[in-house]
């Protein structure tokens, strides 16, 4: 019975996502204000400088870098692609894993122009603005691969797809809160997330705090877990992560925009027990 219920819980999230419209997600979320690279207080560029910080603070390295639940996003590899030589991009959706391939073959179609993201990131690393055409072809070359992924699954990747000892670190955004039924699927599925990573490897995690709702299209309104800080902290720890940092956003009134409910974000650095 219990069984039962989870699994019910599960497919109707898998429901809710068949509405996902990329170029809408990415207009709502990943354009100003949100994405203002003037602004010191807006979300991205918030959450690009915890990555680079986490990225280059000297303890997080290896091979492989995966990223869980991309989306049809970049800006969560683009100070990850300086410091791996493989990095894999997974999503749920076939339409965002299109919208992922169309960036990687560099065709006219892409529902948003990355530029501005990777010259920000270039700034942040001390390189002139004008080296974001180097970090695009840097990215281009190691990103080997764009993989289906169900974190609700013990294992959420095809068997064969990482090497047996496991990714040396995972980035996650927005993903585990925003595909979970309650807080006991979100933790079942970091515990998922994490066999896919090698002991001692790192977890960067970001995600929504107070979220019980957005919009993944016009009318699409996907249901997510509100989470605070105690919880996810205790989720990390229930699923064998020892947390190395926790911080947090909060949205100013304008980063409200109506297309959610979201009033902070989290940024967790990791490292599996
Ligand atoms: N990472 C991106 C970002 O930072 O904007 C996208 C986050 S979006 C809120 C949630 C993503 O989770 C969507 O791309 C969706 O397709 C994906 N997703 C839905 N169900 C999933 C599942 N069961 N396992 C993994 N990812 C899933």
Redesign the pocket.
Known sequence: MEEKGKENG?AA??AC?QG?DPAA?LQY??TPPRADFERKDSIVPWKLACLHRAFTEGDVGGELLV???????L??VLSGCEVFNQVLL????EV?RQELRRWLRDEEECNLDWTPYLQHVCKLEGRRPSAWTEKAAKLRQVITDILP????RPQ?LAPDALPSAGADCLV????LE??SPDLAAFTR?LGHIGRLLRTGGHLLL?GALGESY?F?GPGVKIPVVPLNEAQVCASLKESGFTLIRLEVYTLNQDMRVGVDDVTGVFFAKARKD
Request: overall charge negative.
């Open positions: 599960v999230m898998a996502y996902f997600y979320n990943y990223d869980i639940g991309s989306g049809p996003t800006y969560q997974t999503d749920f959706l965002n992924i169900d974190v609700h959420p996650s955004c927005f993903c925003s595909v599925a970001i957005y993944g």
